[in-house]
């Protein structure tokens, strides 16, 4: 089992900037790949940004130049800084890892997702 505890959401003025942070703990060996995917209301879930362990980082193209990815591999958790928050970025953000298990097995595991709204 791995459980993830996420916070940092909120409601904050378009212009404004948020810090998400995303902590896994239960049955890791390894996190591959951590980070975030979003969905607003009626769009499909889509990549924020993600690092591999290799600290190899992926971002969204719409959030690229405003947000930053960091991971704490040691601790097993991974911090997004959003600046220049839009109100486009209002969404349910999601912390996503791609984990081997101290049991041998990989499996891509969900937080439950906190709320990030941009509005005046």
């Known amino acids: 089992q791995v459980h993830f505890v996420e916070s940092g959401g909120g409601l904050v003025q378009p212009g404004g900037s948020l810090r998400l942070s995303c902590a896994a703990s239960?049955?890791?060996?390894?996190?591959?790949?951590m980070g975030w995917y979003r969905q607003a209301p009626g769009k499909q879930r889509e990549l924020v940004a993600v690092m591999a362990d290799g600290g190899t980082t992926n971002y969204g193209d719409s959030v690229k130049g405003r947000f930053t990815i960091s991971r704490n591999i040691a601790e097993n958790t991974a911090t997004l800084e959003m600046n220049n928050l839009k109100p486009e970025d209002t969404a349910v953000y999601y912390c996503?890892?791609?984990?081997?298990?101290?049991?041998?097995?990989?499996?891509?595991?969900w937080g439950q997702g906190t709320q990030v709204t941009v509005s005046s």
């Open positions: 239960g049955n890791i060996f390894e996190i591959y790949v």
């Open positions: 996503n890892a791609l984990i081997k298990a101290i049991t041998g097995s990989t499996d891509d595991y």
